[in-house]
């Protein structure tokens, strides 16, 4: 079952801040973010492990509720290179299963 | 290292034909995943692998099999190819299973049926 995303899209000015929401409803191992630009292979932007920490990259940055199973991605100050789709994956606990599930993802656009 | 490599890139099949995408990785990741990427519908998962001789359904798994004969290689078969299964597929591999690493992404294969 596909984690649920939103926005579904955003449109930013540079240098205007975005958060992007993703929940599961199953209890959750992990928690992945990735970018993907038109035309291009997704890349990895973070892990987010249960245990409700909070991780940063550059101006990104990210936690994780695990108690509500939610996730949160964190983009400040944006630049025009953050535009593209973003994606979290969820690897869920139950029935040992290793399954990296993806959710729809959220088209970021920012404009000068 | 050339990391994830997918084979072919573009493909156009006429329906009821059948054909193989080949996954090669050269990282020694025991996981490797297959996606199809539809517009709208994000990454969806067809199968996926722990190791070398397992395979496992994901969450649209129907139309497709899949081997692991290799630990390197990961093959998606379409047995008799239908328009629903026009897409872009991504294969991907970990290290680690649980989530606990980082997946990486072949280039993508843009599949037509017609």
């Known amino acids: 079952q596909q984690p649920v995303q939103s926005p579904q899209a955003v449109i930013l000015r540079e240098g205007e801040d975005a958060v992007i929401n993703c929940s599961s409803s199953?209890?959750?191992?992990?928690v992945h973010w990735y970018r993907q630009k038109h035309g291009e292979a997704p890349v990895f932007l973070m892990i987010l492990l249960k245990g409700g920490e909070q991780k940063g990259h550059d101006k990104i940055s990210a936690s994780f509720n695990e108690k509500k199973q939610q996730s949160s991605l964190y983009l400040t100050a944006s630049q025009l290179s953050y535009s593209g789709t973003y994606f979290c994956g969820t690897v869920p606990i139950q029935g040992g299963s290793e399954k990296l599930v993806f959710g729809k993802g959220t088209k970021l656009t920012v404009n000068p | 290292n050339a990391g994830v490599t997918q084979t072919p890139k573009f493909r156009v099949l006429k329906t009821g034909q059948s054909m193989t995408l080949l996954c090669a990785q050269d990282?020694?990741?025991?996981?490797m995943y297959w996606y199809r990427q539809d517009p709208g519908m994000g990454l969806r998962l067809i199968h996926y692998?722990?190791?070398?001789?397992?395979?496992a359904k994901g969450e649209v798994p129907d139309g497709y099999n899949v081997s692991r004969l290799k630990k390197q290689n990961f093959l998606l078969g379409l047995e008799s190819a239908a328009p629903s299964q026009t897409s872009v597929y991504f294969c991907?591999?970990?290290?680690?299973?649980?989530?606990?690493?980082?997946?990486?992404f072949g280039q993508g294969t843009r599949l037509t049926v017609v």
């Open positions: 990282m020694n990741h025991e996981y």
């Open positions: 991907a591999s970990s290290y680690s299973g649980s989530g606990l690493t980082e997946a990486f």
């Open positions: 692998s722990v190791g070398e001789g397992t395979t």
């Open positions: 199953k209890a959750l191992y992990s």
